[in-house]
């Protein structure tokens, strides 16, 4: 995610300089034609700007509902937070009589291995996603660093090497932890170590985060439905690929204004649609591990940070760092 005020025009720019170019160069060659051949392939422009119109609807109804599924990302994550310090300190107010520290702590240790297992599912790569290599993502080394070493270095912090090989078992490793804290509690409580009611209080949260995860994997793992992106792209080149023959029917046309403006003209129009299909297409995948993603690395360090503060822990990791504009 990018958290600056503003994107730099160049960067913008060089994000889809392929549509630039691929307009200017091909704006270019209808003039070229046009001027070799003088043949009158102009097209009217009033049939043109209907197809516009009926374009920038579409992309609009398109974009309106990556950004949905954008939102829902991170307010589905925002509910992680909030249920992650509840269930902490619901288990850190048990009563130390009844209930050992240790015990606490490794249910919030079990926890934050939730979280982490939970980020790296939520990276693993889909067909119908951009795929950028992690190795690509050189404006964030940081981010870098953390793909490459996968999820194993975030587990050996808070679990076993047994539990890991365990849960390695496992398709659903996110899963299997929220089943072992749910027996941790049932256990707990058969033992009188819990009432009754806080006893439901506890699995209630559990049955929460349980939800949060089913929703986060509902965006993961149901692409945006093709026929909408796919149509999207498709009348999208038709229309661009019309710009250049109606604006030579304007340009043509007048005296004051001659028929090579219809280059640049045609360029900027072409670039602005892909521009907005772009981004779109870059929104419909929330969790896909690339620049404009629902920064899911950011926000499991947050509640990281303020689970161990709970504990009182010494070693407290810093806040995810920004780099070069981007938080992921």
Not at 40 to 60: D, K, M, N
Not at 90 to 99: A, D, H, R, T
Not at 297 to 324: G, W
Request: contains cysteine.
């Amino acid at each position: 995610m990018y958290v600056n005020r503003h994107y730099h025009i160049w960067s913008t720019i060089r994000w889809s300089k392929k549509p630039l170019i691929n307009a200017l160069f091909y704006s270019a060659a209808v003039i070229i034609l046009y001027e070799v051949t003088g043949i009158p392939f102009s097209l009217p422009w009033q049939p043109i700007s209907v197809i516009g119109i009926a374009v920038a609807f579409y992309l609009g109804f398109k974009n309106n509902s990556s950004y949905d599924r954008a939102w829902e990302a991170r307010k589905i994550w925002g509910a992680i937070v909030n249920d992650s310090r509840s269930i902490a300190i619901g288990i850190l107010n048990l009563p130390n009589s009844e209930v050992p520290f240790s015990w606490k702590k490794q249910f919030v240790y079990r926890h934050l291995s939730w979280l982490m297992a939970l980020k790296h599912a939520m990276r693993k790569e889909k067909s119908w996603e951009h795929n950028a290599k992690v190795e690509n993502l050189v404006f964030t080394p940081y981010y870098q660093q953390e793909g490459l070493k996968g999820l194993d270095p975030e587990l050996e912090k808070y679990l076993n090497k047994e539990e890991i090989k365990r849960l390695k078992t496992f398709n659903n490793i996110p899963l299997q932890l929220l089943k072992t804290q749910s027996h941790e509690l049932k256990k707990l409580e058969e033992s009188g170590g819990i009432t009754e009611y806080k006893h439901v209080w506890l699995q209630q949260l559990i049955s929460k985060l349980i939800d949060n995860q089913g929703m986060s994997e509902r965006i993961k793992n149901f692409p945006f439905p093709r026929q909408y992106a796919s149509t999207g792209l498709f009348i999208n080149f038709i229309f661009c690929a019309m710009i250049p023959f109606g604006l030579l029917d304007i340009f043509e046309q007048s005296s004051k204004l001659h028929y090579w403006l219809t280059v640049p003209f045609s360029t900027v129009i072409i670039w602005v649609f892909f521009l907005v299909d772009r981004i779109g297409d870059y929104s419909e995948n929330p969790f896909e591990g690339g620049y404009n993603d629902v920064p899911i690395s950011s926000i499991s360090r947050v509640i990281e940070i303020d689970l161990l503060e709970l504990l009182e822990e010494k070693e407290i990791p810093e806040p995810y760092p920004v780099e070069n504009g981007f938080l992921m």
